[in-house]
């Protein structure tokens, strides 16, 4: 546990130097830029289903068990369900660089993105299946995510080719993946499942890894 606390504390600290430096990318006011973080909504009555011959059980989201043990609360519970939209969203960009993109190690690194998030996505869902939870929450509002893309944002990406396309993809893509470690942050500080805390810690690692790799390829 003492372990596990100071590997997120330490990458806390390493996302935000992350978002130190990837602001320094570009100041100006976009479409592009992160927007506010999401706070998990109060904690709300749920019926937890039973097991066979087994009452349901009345319980608070922020109070929940999982089948195997682990506690939950609803911090960890919109964090799971806004990724799932989050890592969507990148995937869709990432999607349009093969066919667009001039430089040559910024569509390998979005084919990277591409392959990769899919796997993390099923964990999300994974996650929330087994505790009974729906994927999406009607109240969530995707488009004030941290990093999230406005419909234009994207219409703009798809149209762009080469060089454009290339630049635009890159404050985008950055501007998406320092909001996912906004995220991973609030979960890491305000989350009870622990294995979820170490998930986040991860998706920390590797987005403010590919941040830097935007910046290397584009020469940023």
């Known amino acids: 546990m003492r372990t596990s606390t100071l590997v997120a504390a330490s990458v806390v600290v390493a996302g935000a130097v992350t978002v130190a430096v990837a602001a320094r990318m570009g100041s100006d006011e976009s479409a592009a830029a992160p927007r506010p973080s999401v706070s998990a909504p109060p904690p709300q009555r749920v019926v937890l289903p039973g097991g066979p011959g087994d009452e349901a059980v009345v319980s608070d989201t922020d109070q929940v068990k999982a089948p195997d043990g682990s506690t939950f609360n609803g911090i960890d519970t919109t964090f799971v369900q806004m990724m799932i939209a989050h890592h969507e969203q990148a995937i869709t960009m990432a999607n349009l660089a093969p066919a667009r993109a001039r430089n040559e190690k910024l569509a390998a690194l979005a084919e990277r ?37 406005t419909e234009a944002d994207l219409a703009a990406l798809t149209a762009a080719q ?31 499942d622990e294995k979820l805390r170490e998930v986040a810690n991860e998706m920390a690692v590797e987005q403010g890894s590919e941040i830097r790799r935007l910046r290397q390829v584009t020469g940023g």
């Open 113 to 149: 993105i591409s392959a990769a998030q899919p796997f993390e996505i099923n964990f999300l869902k994974g996650w929330l299946k087994e505790r009974g939870l729906p994927e999406n929450d009607p109240s969530h509002n995707h488009a004030t995510m941290p990093g999230m893309q």
């Open 162 to 192: 080469g060089a454009a396309f290339d630049t635009k993809f890159a404050a985008m893509m950055t501007a998406h993946h320092r909001g996912a470690l906004q995220m991973a942050g609030d979960v890491i500080k305000g989350g009870s």
